[in-house]
């Protein structure tokens, strides 16, 4: 446990950033598996497609992921999206 309080307050924000960043993540990740839902419904699908590769840029612009994580995960989801039809 830190003493000086500029380490306290330190320790306050990553909580505060850790909280944040696991909603985002948490985000993207249920928009992915909502979009695994749509295409074994062959339901909505464009839709859901489109939600997932905002959630996933948004995620990326937060820097939760990195440019490169973001553009593999939305190469993937254009795959599988590109198999339905």
Same mark, same amino acid.
């Given at each position: ?28 990740? &249920? !928009?992915?598996? +909502?979009?695994?839902?749509a295409?074994? %419904?062959?339901?909505? /699908?464009?839709?859901?497609?489109k ?17 490169? &994580? !973001?553009?593999? +995960? ?5 795959? %599988?999206?590109?198999n /339905?039809?």
């Amino acid at each position: 446990m830190p003493n000086i309080k500029s380490a306290k307050k330190r320790v306050e924000v990553i909580k505060t950033k850790t909280l944040q960043n696991s909603m985002i993540k948490s985000q993207y990740k &249920t !928009a992915i598996k +909502k979009l695994d839902v749509a295409i074994e %419904k062959n339901d909505n /699908v464009e839709d859901a497609f489109k939600k997932a590769v905002k959630s996933v840029d948004q995620a990326c612009a937060k820097g939760v992921l990195k440019k490169n &994580t !973001a553009s593999r +995960k939305k190469s993937q989801l254009s795959k %599988k999206v590109a198999n /339905v039809k």
